[in-house]
């Protein structure tokens, strides 16, 4: 791994200012392609990722979410509910991946033995070393992440989400907190529907304790500073919709906008879109 700088920072003196870069075999590369091909077409044809997963999977994209959200607030709306949304963002999703989960999730995709043995060569017992201008570090093992850049690491995490996502959905349920998810790879959305501002704040808060909880459990943390609180309505006049407390699950307290950026869409209350 190459060490660089990332550009248009005022000071260096932070580990996040810089950034490592892995070299990969081009030839690498093409092999990568391949298998991603066969894997995408595996999960999906035995409806394993979950539905509300948009990312990392092939013929999806940011505009399916973005349909998909709108089309939920319609639909509240059609019913005399308001639409209201949390936003969260894992923490170095790419870096942080357990190595040996990916592994148990493919057989329990249902995939054969060999898929699973050639991820488990293709991740377990990886190793590297840094080089920072002329100065190399020794080889050292990777046993956590995976490449950012690797063709395979989408599907990767989207088949890493999938338990995760299973699992919150149950947990919801039987804790009657009527929420709904929408994930495009590490970017997630809870989405509840009320008539009442502060009773939707109240299932957004459990909502959001419990996948704080469970992501911790899968070696994940949210990033508390990128979560938002957004809320959709046709009413006229003034909105001044409560503020949203957080902190009791170390998030922040959270105040509603006039509109929202979410995966390139700029959201106004009543979907204006101007």
């Known amino acids: 791994m190459v060490v660089i700088l990332k550009p248009n920072k005022t000071m260096y003196d932070q580990p996040k200012a810089f950034q490592p870069i892995v070299f990969l075999n081009t030839l690498g590369k093409l092999i ?3 298998i991603i091909e066969r894997l995408q077409f595996m999960v999906a044809s035995n409806d394993f990722i979950h539905l509300s997963q948009l990312g990392g999977l092939k013929f999806k994209s940011t505009t399916d979410a973005g349909v998909a959200l709108t089309h939920i607030v319609h639909s509240g ?6 639409t209201n949304t949390l936003t969260f963002d894992i923490s170095q999703f790419f870096p942080s991946l357990n190595h040996h989960l990916p592994i148990l999730i ?4 249902g995939l054969e033995p060999k898929v699973s043995s050639f991820f488990t060569n293709y991740l377990i017992m990886r190793k590297t070393s840094y080089l920072w201008n002329d100065l190399s570090s020794p080889s050292f093992t990777v046993n956590i992440g995976v490449g950012q850049g690797s063709a395979l690491s989408p599907i990767l995490l989207a088949l890493y989400l999938t338990p995760l996502l299973y699992i919150l959905e149950k947990c919801c349920i039987n804790l009657k907190i009527p929420v709904s998810i929408l994930s495009f ?3 997630g959305l809870i989405i509840t529907q009320n008539k009442s501002l502060d009773i939707s704040n109240s299932h957004l808060f459990c909502s959001y304790n419990v996948l704080s909880k469970l992501l911790d459990s899968f070696g994940l943390i949210v990033k508390h500073v990128k979560t938002e609180v ?8 003034a909105f001044n919709p409560p503020l949203l407390d957080l902190s009791l699950t170390g998030g922040p ?10 995966l390139g869409f700029i959201f106004d209350r009543k979907l204006m879109f101007h």
């Open 32 to 34: 990568e392609k391949v």
């Open 185 to 187: 790879v590490d970017d």
């Open 106 to 109: 493919l057989k329990k995709a």
């Open 253 to 262: 307290t959270l105040r509603p906008k006039d509109t929202w950026k979410y």
């Open 77 to 82: 709306w059609a019913k005399g509910k308001l």
């Open 230 to 237: 957004f809320h959709f309505n046709r009413l006229h006049g």
